[in-house]
């Protein structure tokens, strides 16, 4: 049998404690509290699914009891139990998360009824709350999807270290992930309410990343109008992903290795100490250890970074996530322009399996929205993607000399493209003379 609901009634009259009680015991659980005192202890002792609450109370006024009740445990609903004259009061009750009210003197049927109606809100909103618990345990990544060995790995790893404080670095070629991973870290972390600030490393001239990262008080430096908070201090509490960390120039990475250990900073032109609390993320597609080699990274901040590592493979290495890949953006194409879902075939799946992906996931996701905003067809095919310079598929079954004069095309064609089709420099980097470059050209386009 399927228990009853439990409800707590709270009435300073104890005719009103026995008529509530008489009216529902048949149906639910009650039990009773004759003031604000006895609530929060029944509360705090009972499972509640549902709370009549009298406004006035001898010890504490109804509206403050209603959110204390609510701090205790904010799953049951409450509804308040009124005068006429109270009528105010009862709305603004509304207001700070009661359900409903009913004004004294009540017909039972509208009791039983509003009574019914919310803990039909509280059922649903507790199946809610559990699918959404159940979605995460098997999509922690919700939009990171991957299934072979080596991803697995790592997202089991992300789960594992995404809320200790040690600072994680994640290596890997451009477009392999790597920013979608330092978010998943927040996300998946107890920091995820706060702040997930980025620092695009690359991208923040060298000369205004310290007024960036620290802020800077005015008059700190001519043109320093007014003061400005830094990044790091907006992201207190979060987290901080370091992106492309590479970039970052030697005396940048001295301050940012203070901060990593100190968790403590000056705004530029001001001597007070600003203390934050941040989880650092950094990012870099560079191999960071030949850099230290050569002068260009400090090996301490190294160290620092690289408490929790993660390599990210390069697309090419992970070739059997390509189908899960391709269909993933398709969904997520179709969901985005509300057309109907496209497919590709399995050639074309085979096909995408033989190519290089230089630009990794991004410009796999970039082909998939092409063709999904192109194709006429809801099938995409082999043919559709014969622009794919995939060595591999052209030569496949040809004898060796051809075989050989189409990749010198194709490589050629290739470095051709690099050099914007400028002759003489393509001649050069492959080493020939102009005049034989020219010959194995392919013919210019009238
Ligand atoms: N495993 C994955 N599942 C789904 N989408 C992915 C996956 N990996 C990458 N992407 C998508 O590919 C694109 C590139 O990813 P992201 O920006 O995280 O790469 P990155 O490594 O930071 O690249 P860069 O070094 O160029 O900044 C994004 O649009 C991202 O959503
Ligand atoms: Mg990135």
Not at 211 to 226: I, M, N, P, V
Not at 396 to 407: C, H, Q, T
Not at 413 to 432: C, F, P, Q, R, Y
Request: with cysteine; charged share 30%.
């Amino acid at each position: 049998m399927v228990k009853p609901s439990t409800v707590l009634v709270v009435d300073d009259e104890p005719g009103i404690r026995q008529s509530f009680k008489m009216v529902l015991k048949d149906r639910f659980n009650v039990i009773l509290a004759q003031d604000g005192t006895a609530a929060v202890d029944l509360l705090t002792r009972n499972s509640v699914d549902l709370i009549l609450l009298d406004i006035l109370l001898p010890d504490i006024y109804g509206l403050d009891l209603l959110q204390k009740l609510k701090t205790i445990d904010p799953g049951p609903e409450i509804i308040m139990v009124t005068a006429v004259k109270e009528i105010k009061t009862a709305v603004n009750a509304i207001k700070l998360g009661a359900y409903e009210y009913i004004i004294k003197p009540f017909l039972v049927d509208d009791v039983i009824n509003i009574i019914n109606r919310a803990l039909e809100k509280h059922r649903l909103q507790k199946e809610v709350t559990f699918l959404k618990t159940e979605l995460e345990r098997f999509q922690p990544f919700e939009e990171m999807v991957g299934e072979n060995e080596e991803m697995k790995k790592i997202f089991d790893f992300i789960s594992t270290i995404a809320d200790s404080e040690g600072a994680a670095l994640i290596q890997g070629e451009s477009g392999t992930g790597k920013e979608l991973v330092a978010r998943a870290i927040h996300r998946l972390s107890s920091r995820q309410d706060k702040p997930f600030v980025v620092i695009p490393c690359a991208a923040i001239p060298q000369t205004l990343m310290e007024s960036e990262l620290f802020g800077h008080q005015k008059g700190a430096f001519t043109g320093a109008s007014r003061t400005t908070t830094g990044k790091l201090e907006l992201a207190d509490k979060g987290t901080v992903f370091l992106d492309d960390i590479d970039t970052l120039d030697i005396s940048m990475q001295a301050k940012l290795l203070r901060i990593i250990q100190e968790k403590e900073f000056e705004r530029i032109g001001s001597t007070k100490v600003i203390k934050i609390d941040v989880r650092f993320v950094a990012s870099c597609n560079k191999d960071l250890k030949s850099l230290i080699k050569e002068g260009k990274f400090r090996e301490d901040l190294y160290y620092r970074l690289n408490v929790y590592p993660i390599f990210l493979p390069p697309l090419r290495e992970r070739i059997k996530d390509i189908p899960l890949l391709v269909n993933h953006f398709l969904s997520l194409n179709a969901k985005r322009t509300g057309k109907p879902l496209k497919f590709f075939s399995g050639g074309a799946l085979q096909l995408l399996q033989e190519y290089d992906w230089p630009g990794n996931v991004r410009e796999l996701q970039n082909l998939v929205e092409r063709c999904f905003t192109v194709s006429k067809n809801a099938m995409i095919r082999h043919q559709d993607l014969s622009y794919l310079n995939t060595k591999k598929t052209r030569i496949r079954g040809l004898p060796l000399k051809e075989a050989v004069s189409l990749f010198e095309q194709q490589y050629i064609n290739e470095v051709l493209e690099s050099v914007d089709g400028n002759k003489s420099k393509a001649a050069m980097i492959l080493g020939v003379h102009r005049n034989t470059l020219i010959a194995k050209s392919p013919p210019q386009k009238k």
